[in-house]
């Protein structure tokens, strides 16, 4: 992916820089089941305002996915990077927003540390990598090392930010990366967005992990947001030498938990020290080491994801893979 920031392109939307008071419609679209399209009962003008600047945002962006895990250190910020650079390298128009406050890590994983945002009149400029557009609080840190030290209701307002105010323009998909565990922010991300593709769950193969899967699962049917799929990482290692296959940190865990859970298993990603080295250099791996067996597995894997694309061209927005449906 070329490092050179491109220019935002796509439509205006005009509520998001002139909102007009008592406004029925953000006048982005013409969709008449807008949840914008009323202010609600208890809702004061400016929240009506901004709830309509938001829904002007997200209905040019035509899938959501979250990529979520039980525990950190699994792997979900590499699965998410690597399943927006695929989706980027096939020609889709894809954003990565990387809700995770307390340790964002997408600025290392694609090399955009001392990355400057712009404002434009539209708003903040998303990194611009190739035709993927990046946002990380990461970004907007004077110092790696700064430690966020906020709570929820502060978090959350970031995240709200983070979709409304950041000019992120017309989308195929949008990925977000959030933090491990089921806490405030993947809460926030799913309420604020409302109707999500789905969720992508990464876990390791060891039961320590696979038990945090079960609650990443639960958390999904609670809000309603059909699980795509877990994808089990660092998922045993071939030697380079011998070929010999050691399973390190066991293997098979994810696909338990899947079947058990009734949910899509999608595959399983081993350990491999080019995505580390990858992860560490700042570059997306599927695309650095495209012709690597490693990064034709990661494709296959995400693969059923872009069936959501189809399936929902041809139903309502939004609408669920028929696999999804039997789950809430
Ligand atoms: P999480 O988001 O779950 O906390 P990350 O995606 O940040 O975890 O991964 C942490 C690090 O682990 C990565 O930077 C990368 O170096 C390494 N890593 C992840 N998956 C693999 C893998 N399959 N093979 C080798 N290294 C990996």
Redesign the pocket.
């Known amino acids: 992916m070329s490092e050179a920031n491109s220019k935002q392109s796509g439509r205006k939307a005009p509520s998001a820089q002139s909102p007009t008071q008592g406004a029925t419609s953000c006048q982005s679209c013409d969709r008449t089941d807008c949840p914008a399209l009323k202010r609600k009962e208890n809702e004061s003008e400016e929240q009506f305002r901004e709830r309509q600047q938001l829904q002007s945002r997200l209905c040019r962006i035509r899938h959501k996915v979250i990529v979520l895990?039980g525990k950190?250190?699994?792997?979900?910020?590499?699965?998410a990077v690597n399943l927006a650079a695929t989706l980027a390298l096939l020609g889709k128009r894809v954003g990565l927003l990387d809700v995770d406050i307390h340790g964002p890590?997408i600025p290392t994983?694609l090399g955009l540390e001392g990355e400057i945002l712009r404002v434009s009149e539209e708003g903040i400029l998303p990194v611009d990598i190739g035709g993927m557009k990046v946002m990380s609080l990461g970004l907007l840190l004077r110092n790696q090392n700064d430690a966020v030290i906020w709570r929820g209701p502060i978090k959350a307002n970031v995240i709200k930010q983070f979709l409304k105010d950041v000019a992120w323009g017309d989308l195929d998909y949008l990925i977000i990366d959030s933090p491990?565990g089921t806490g405030d922010e993947p809460l926030s991300i799913c309420q604020l967005i409302g109707t999500l593709d789905g969720a992508l769950i990464?876990t390791t193969p060891q039961k320590v992990a696979a038990v945090d899967v079960r609650k990443a699962i639960t958390f999904c049917r609670q809000l309603q947001v059909p699980v795509l799929g877990v994808v089990e990482?660092?998922s045993g290692f071939t030697c380079p030498k011998c070929g010999e296959l050691t399973t390190i940190l066991g293997s098979g865990g994810g696909k338990r938990i899947a079947e058990d859970m009734e949910v899509p298993f999608l595959g399983s990603?081993?350990?491999?020290?080019k995505?580390?080295e990858a992860?560490?250099s700042g570059r997306a791996f599927v695309q650095h080491y495209a012709t690597s067996p490693t990064a034709e597995l990661m494709r296959r894997i995400f693969e059923p994801l872009f069936a959501i694309a189809e399936s929902s061209d041809a139903t309502a927005q939004g609408a669920d893979l028929p696999k999804q449906r039997s789950q809430s």
Request: proline share 12%.
């Open positions: 895990s950190g250190g699994v792997g979900k910020s590499m699965v890590s994983l491990p990464v990482n660092m990603i081993p350990i491999d020290p995505i580390a992860c560490d």
